[in-house]
C-alpha cells in the first residue's frame, strides 16, 4: 500500500526566540499532559477542517502553542489517498508532538488508518465522534457515533488494540438533549476511560445543535468533577485568551482546545501563556508581527500545497488574520480578492509595510462565516466525507 503521508523535513526553520522561550519552560509548567508529553501550557490548537494543516500548525507552535491536531481525516482517504487529500496529513519536524485526527465508520477502517497515521510520525491518534456535518452523519462518521455507543465501542477498541501510545478522542456533550443521549454520551466517556486513553475532548454543545446557542462549560466541570483523573480538554466558545482563561477557571479542564480563536490569531498562545502565568494581558501583535505571521503562514502553505493552491487557500486565512488589523474592513476586502503570491505580496505590501499597533480580536463567534468554507463542509475535495 502506498503511504501518502507525507514527512517535510527540508526547510526546517531555526527556533524563534518564542519557541526558545517556551520551550525552556520559562513559562509555568502546567499539568496539562497527554501521555508523556507534558504542555508548557494547558493550551492546544485544535482540530480545524480545512485550516489546521501543518502549516497553521508551526505558525502556532511558534508562538507558544504546546500541542495541536490535524483537521479530521477520513480513514478512507487515509488508506487509499487521491486528488492531493493527503496533503492535509503532511507533518514536519517542527510539528511534534501532533494528534492525526479520524474519523469514519468502520472498526477495521479506522484501526489500519490509525497505524498508517503511527507510520507516518503522528505522536498521538484522535478519534473523532463529534462532528455534526449532515453528510458526516448520514455516512454512520464523526457524531453519529453518539447516537450508537455499541459501533463507537468497536471501534474504541479495533483502535486501542493497534495503538500502543497516546489514543484520545474528541467528543461532543451528547447527540441531542434527549436522555437516551446522555446515557449514549456516559457508556462511550466510560469505555474511553476503561481503555485508558490519555485524554479526550468534550466540546460543550450537543450534536444537534451544532454551532448554534453556546457551548455548556457547566457541563465540562461536572464531567471533570466526576471523572478527576481522567485528562479533559474543554472546547467551546474560546474566542480570546480571555476566554480561554475564563474557561480553564470556570470548569477546571486540563486543557483547553482553542479552535475558531485560533484561526487567524497565532498569537492567543503566547497571550494566554501570559495570562496563565498571572502576568497582564499582552497588547495585540503590532502590524510587523502581523505581517511576519502571514509570510510565514503563506509560505508554509506553499511547500504544502504549491503557489496556485496556496494562494486561493490563502485568501480565507488572510481574511481572518484582518481582524487584528486597524484596517480590517479594507484588509479584508483585499484578502478576499487574492489569487496569486503576487497580489497576495500586494495586499502585504499595501497594508503591513508600516509598523503600528494592532487590535484585539472581539469575544464572538463567526461559524456561518468558517462553516461554509471548511474542506470537510463543502469542498468536492472531500465528497467522501
Ligand atoms: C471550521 C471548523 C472546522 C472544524 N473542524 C473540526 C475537525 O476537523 N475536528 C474536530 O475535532 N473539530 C472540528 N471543529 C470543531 C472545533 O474544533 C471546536 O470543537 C468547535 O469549533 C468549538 O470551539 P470554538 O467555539 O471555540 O470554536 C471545527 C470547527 C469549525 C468552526
Known amino acids: 500500500m502506498d503511504v501518502m503521508i507525507g514527512i517535510l523535513t527540508q526547510h526546517e526553520p531555526a527556533a524563534t526566540h518564542e519557541e526558545k522561550l517556551f520551550s525552556a519552560s520559562q513559562v509555568r509548567r502546567s499539568s496539562c499532559r497527554i501521555g508523556a508529553f507534558a504542555f508548557s501550557i494547558p493550551a492546544m490548537q485544535a482540530g480545524l477542517a480545512g485550516y489546521s494543516d501543518m502549516a497553521m500548525r508551526v505558525v502556532a507552535r511558534r508562538r507558544g502553542c504546546p500541542y495541536a491536531v490535524t483537521e479530521a481525516l477520513l480513514d478512507r482517504v487515509i488508506l487509499t489517498g487521491g486528488r492531493g487529500r493527503e496533503k492535509r496529513s503532511i507533518l514536519c519536524q517542527a510539528d511534534h508532538p501532533v494528534a492525526g485526527q479520524i474519523m469514519g465508520s468502520e472498526a477495521d477502517e479506522m484501526a489500519a488508518a490509525a497505524k498508517v497515521l503511527l507510520e507516518a510520525g503522528f505522536d498521538v491518534i484522535d478519534l473523532n465522534f463529534a462532528c455534526p456535518v449532515k453528510k458526516v452523519m448520514g455516512r454512520c462518521r464523526g457524531g453519529y457515533l453518539l447516537s450508537d455507543p455499541d459501533e463507537a465501542i468497536n471501534i474504541m477498541r479495533a483502535v486501542r488494540a493497534v495503538v500502543p501510545g497516546p489514543l484520545t478522542m474528541k467528543l461532543r456533550r451528547a447527540l441531542d438533549e434527549s436522555g ?12 474511553a476511560v476503561n481503555l485508558n486513553f490519555a485524554a479526550i475532548t468534550v466540546h460543550g454543545r450537543t450534536v444537534e445543535q451544532k454551532y448554534t446557542g453556546s457551548a455548556d462549560w457547566d457541563f465540562l466541570r461536572d464531567l471533570k468533577v466526576r471523572y478527576p483523573n481522567m485528562t479533559l480538554f474543554g472546547s467551546g466558545d474560546v474566542f480570546t485568551a480571555q476566554d480561554a482563561l475564563r474557561m480553564y477557571r470556570h470548569t477546571g479542564v486540563d486543557g483547553v482546545w482553542i479552535a475558531r480563536g485560533a484561526i487567524g490569531n497565532p498569537w492567543i498562545f503566547r497571550e494566554f501563556a501570559a495570562l496563565i502565568a498571572g502576568q497582564p494581558a499582552l497588547d495585540p501583535p503590532g502590524i510587523f508581527e502581523q505581517r511576519e505571521g502571514l509570510l510565514e503562514h503563506f509560505s508554509l502553505a506553499v511547500e504544502i500545497y504549491g503557489e496556485e493552491q496556496a494562494s486561493r487557500q490563502m485568501r480565507k486565512i488572510g ?17 478576499i480578492a487574492v489569487k496569486s503570491q503576487a497580489h ?8 503591513y509595510s508600516s509598523d503600528g499597533p494592532g487590535r484585539n480580536p472581539e469575544s464572538v463567534p463567526d461559524a456561518q462565516d468558517l462553516y461554509k468554507d471548511t474542506a470537510c463542509f463543502a469542498s468536492p475535495e472531500n465528497s467522501a466525507c
Open 180 to 191: 437516551a443521549a446522555a446515557e449514549n454520551f456516559a457508556r462511550i466517556f466510560g469505555e
Open 319 to 335: 481574511i481572518k488574520y484582518s481582524r487584528l488589523h486597524p484596517e480590517g474592513a479594507d484588509v479584508w476586502r483585499a484578502f
Open 344 to 351: 497576495w505580496n500586494d495586499v502585504l505590501d499595501r497594508f
